[in-house]
């Protein structure tokens, strides 16, 4: 059985951390490749860079990072963040990543998801979307109300796709694209409520789960973990294959054995740190 | 110094193995010089051979149609120990289903079919992408020995998986819904695995080194 993953994900900007990584002994919070190292020494089963640098002049910055990183990590590197063209995938694949999400540029021309699948395989392709709760407001209790009254139900949550960073609507309805991105090839749908990211409020479950129930593709779900109780109900509740975390690891919060340990005390599969040079 | 080869298929960026390796060798103190390279005289005259790949069977059948692929059919009579990975264990086998009509090293006897999806409450979704844990099927040997008693989780990316006429090779499986997994294969000096040990943290480097100590 597939092992549920725990992903820290480091934003970067300029070739730095944009919120510095409070680990014991790190030399140097800002630096994205000791950080992603020492998550990789720390049991994280991937990591992710999301580079959200705007000018494209310094996307060679991007690369070297990515380089450094993939030279020394051993476990599978996801690069998101502006990523527009072939050429950016290729580039940052040579790079060593072995994962390119891509978000705005999906919308915009989901033909570059098609391509990049064919010609790279759809396991390297992530598609990010960036999803915000529309017309209803999130209910207090899941259980909705009582049935039987007609015209009082409530009608169930709908979200639509942003990009650029929340603040362009796109109409599109989530579920829909994701079915639809999936279909042209999307290996992964890295999933993140804007309703919830930086809340420490908890993911927002319904969205996961109707996403993960849609395709048949991994979900990495994303925005609003502030406990590891919520990364046990995005898992469990929500239906996603995997959790992706920033603040609760990067501020010392929890490590990643932590969170893992106390997923795996309620049932859930993980993957439980082995040491690196065991046995002999 | 052992000479490694990393066999370059053409087929993508062979870095992250080439790495591991080197990393995996320097955890255990060994020196290794590792050496990527298509040509079949490099491949003869290796002391380890790994193929790593991952894309299309059909690309890699095509890249091992000609002489390269006879220099590590060669190889493998002569015992130069081979470690496949992904790619590398499939293309071991005859055929694919991914690749209609397209031969594999037919090392082994057997087929590399699709995984299967499941129905119902055991659907699971394919590709197999994550982290399994191995069942070892066998008392393993050589560099798949390298785990003690512990069978850890590693990397998996693929969607389909070898299914060998003699169950005796197969060394470790994993579970994926309605599928039993091929996961590693091993006979004589030929060891091969479904998953990528250079994404496989400790358990893979520790494989890997196990590899190249051996």
């Known amino acids: 059985m597939l092992a549920k993953r725990i992903i820290p994900c480091l934003d970067v900007k300029d070739g730095r951390v944009v919120k510095g990584v409070q680990f014991v002994g790190l030399r140097d919070a800002g630096d994205p490749v000791e950080a992603a190292r020492r998550y990789d020494e720390a049991g994280a089963d991937e990591i992710t ?13 991007l690369l070297d990072m990515v380089r450094a990183a993939a030279d020394q990590i051993f476990v599978p590197l996801t690069v998101g963040g502006g990523v527009g063209s072939e050429r950016d995938i290729e580039a940052l694949l040579d790079a060593g990543a072995d994962k390119i999400a891509i978000n705005t540029a999906a919308v915009r ?43 009082s139900a409530p009608k169930p949550p709908r979200w639509t796709v942003v990009t650029h960073g929340g603040r362009r609507e796109t109409g599109l309805d989530v579920v829909e694209w994701a079915k639809r991105i999936t279909g042209l090839g999307a290996g992964e749908i890295l999933l993140t409520s804007m309703d919830r990211d930086g809340t420490k409020a908890g993911y927002d479950l319904a969205l996961t789960r109707a996403v993960a129930d849609a395709v048949s593709v991994p979900v990495i779900a994303s925005g609003g973990v502030g406990t590891l109780e919520h990364l046990y109900e995005g898992l469990v509740v929500g239906g996603a294959d995997a959790a992706l ?3 609760i690891f990067h501020d010392g919060t929890y490590s990643v054995a932590e969170a893992k340990a106390y997923l795996a005390g309620r049932g859930v599969p993980v993957r439980l740190g082995e040491p690196r040079r065991g046995g002999s | 110094m052992a000479c490694v080869v990393v066999v370059d298929l053409g087929m993508g960026n062979l870095r992250s193995v080439e790495r591991a390796i080197t990393r995996a060798a320097e955890d255990r103190g060994l020196a290794s010089e590792v050496v990527r390279s298509g040509r079949p005289e490099d491949v003869l005259g290796a002391d380890k051979i790994v193929v790593p790949g991952q894309g299309a069977f059909r690309d890699c059948a095509a890249a091992l149609a000609g002489e390269l692929g006879e220099a590590l059919r060669e190889a493998v009579r002569r015992g130069t120990p081979y470690l496949g990975i992904c790619l590398g264990l499939q293309a071991l086998f005859e055929t694919s289903e991914e690749a209609p009509g397209a031969a594999g090293l037919a090392v082994f006897r057997g087929a590399v079919r699709r995984l299967d999806p499941g129905a119902g409450a055991d659907v699971v979704k394919i590709p197999h992408i994550g982290w399994n844990r191995l069942d070892m099927k066998r008392a393993p040997e050589g560099a798949l020995a390298a785990w003690g008693s512990e069978a850890p989780h590693v990397y998996f990316v693929h969607s389909y998986h070898a299914v060998p006429e003699d169950p005796s090779i197969v060394v470790a499986t994993v579970t994926h819904g309605p599928n039993v997994v091929t996961a590693a294969v091993a006979r004589d000096n030929v060891t091969a695995v479904q998953f990528h040990p250079e994404k496989s943290q400790g ?8 590899f190249v100590a051996a």
């Open chain 1, 109 to 151: 021309e989901p033909e570059l998801v098609e391509r990049a699948a064919a010609r790279w395989g759809a396991q390297a392709i992530v598609v990010a979307i960036d999803a915000r709760r529309v017309g209803t407001d999130e209910p207090v209790s899941t259980m909705g109300a009582p049935p039987g009254e007609p015209g």
């Open chain 2, 203 to 210: 358990a893979g480097l520790a494989l890997l080194g196990a």
């Open chain 1, 49 to 61: 860079f999301l580079d959200i640098t705007a000018s494209h002049e310094k996307r060679g910055t």
């Open chain 1, 245 to 247: 975390c920033a603040s």
